[in-house]
Nanobody, 119 residues
Framework: VQLVESGGDLVQPGGSLRLSCAAS????????MSWYRQAPGKARELVAT????????NYADSVKGRFTSTRDNAKNTVHLQMNSLKPEDTAVYYC?????????????WGQGTQVTVSS
């Protein structure tokens, strides 16, 4: 199983970024995918979750109306579109999945991608 994030960058307040997470090593279309973030000195927090078929998403209150997560099951990729970015969105963003292989559920993380919102 491999999750590889990309798209992090330095952006000005009010700007936009699109993060991507490329997944491999499992049947992507069967599992819920999530985005987390961790700011310096803070605990990792759940940002967004998109269900296996992409039909349902959930967002942290802090990003509702600004962030949108979508997935392309044909390309084994999940995206996080981030608009109206604020300095407090600065964090390392991680792709996450709980995956069942055989009879066991295991949690997987990507390596993270840095998002910095600053003027």
């Amino acid at each position: 199983v491999q999750l590889v994030e990309s798209g992090g960058d330095l952006v000005q307040p009010g700007g936009s970024l699109r993060l991507s997470c490329a997944a491999s090593g499992f049947t992507f279309s069967r599992f819920t995918m999530s985005w987390y973030r961790q700011a310096p000195g803070k605990a990792r927090e759940l940002v967004a979750t998109v269900m296996s078929g992409g039909e349902s998403t959930n967002y942290a209150d802090s990003v509702k109306g600004r962030f949108t997560s979508t997935r392309d099951n044909a390309k084994n990729t999940v995206h996080l579109q981030m608009n109206s970015l604020k300095p407090e969105d600065t964090a390392v963003y991680y792709c996450n999945a709980w995956i069942r292989v055989g009879g066991t559920w295991d949690e997987y993380w990507g390596q993270g991608t840095q998002v910095t919102v600053s003027s």
